[in-house]
């Protein structure tokens, strides 16, 4: 496989995010569908941040066991922890920052961020994930093992088709733009072009751990954003179904993935 039909497949994996956010644009909306939609993201982004930690986790445990093995240095381990704790850390706090300075700097009232920032945060959060499938994509087409790299296309393809649920979760009944749209679904399923190249181009272990690691730090910051819908009282048995919906779906569609083999 080429680099061009490569890109060209990781572009498509990617993009299909657009599949989910034109249901950002229903205006007229409950509370309780709003709680559902909200949390249903939620949902999908607990079931990722569990994806994102279990696979940045895989390859430092594969050079610990190669440590004790004597195939390795400690100083190998060492630092794919060390990638990980800056990625993961950086991930969090950087939005923490932004936020308190950019976001909110000029609110009197900041208690909450706007949905328009809250979706922008997620698909920036996803984008970092997606930039990791792309490494996947890309490392296996260069590697030859072109089965592999079409069934990570097709299923990585399914999975971010929920993702773009995920960011509109917050916007349900504020009937955002279509350029706004277009533009959340470029910052999410943008990146998995962007990680097929560079995965095509070099295999490294530390920058995927990296681009793991931020993710899972900027979806740990949304998830406690998006979460206090599910405190109030009049929706949090709707919160609650839309959460088990939301991880539910992410999980099959990640299972699809495993009976596939990729």
Known sequence: MTITQTVILGAIAGFTIYVGLPIGRVERISDRVRAFLTMTSVGILIFLLFDVLSNAQAPITETLN??????????????????????????????????????????????????????????????????????????????????????????????????GFGIVGPLAGTKPSWSFLALAGMVGGGPTFLGTIVGYSFVSKPL???????????????????????????????????????????????????IAGA
Not at 96 to 116: D, G, N, Q, T, Y
Not at 137 to 150: C, E, F, V
């Open 208 to 258: 995927s751990i990296l681009f793991l690691s931020l993710a899972a730090g900027a979806i740990l910051f949304i998830i406690g954003e998006l979460y206090h819908v599910a405190r109030r009282p009049d929706v949090k048995s709707t919160a609650m179904v839309g959460l088990l919906v939301g991880f539910f779906l992410a999980y099959g569609t990640d299972l699809v993935l495993k």
């Open 66 to 163: 190669d440590v004790l093995a004597g195939k390795a240095g400690v100083g190998d381990f060492a630092s794919l922890v060390g990638v990980f704790v800056v990625g993961l850390s950086v991930g969090l706090l950087s939005l923490v920052i932004f936020e308190a300075r950019w976001l909110r700097a000029k609110s009197e009232h900041a208690a909450a961020l706007s949905p328009a920032r809250l979706a922008m945060m997620i698909a920036t959060g996803l984008g970092l994930h997606n930039f990791s499938e792309g490494l996947a994509i890309g490392q296996s087409a260069a590697g030859g093992q072109i089965a592999l790299a079409g069934l990570l296309i097709v299923g990585f393809g399914l999975h971010n088709a929920t993702e």
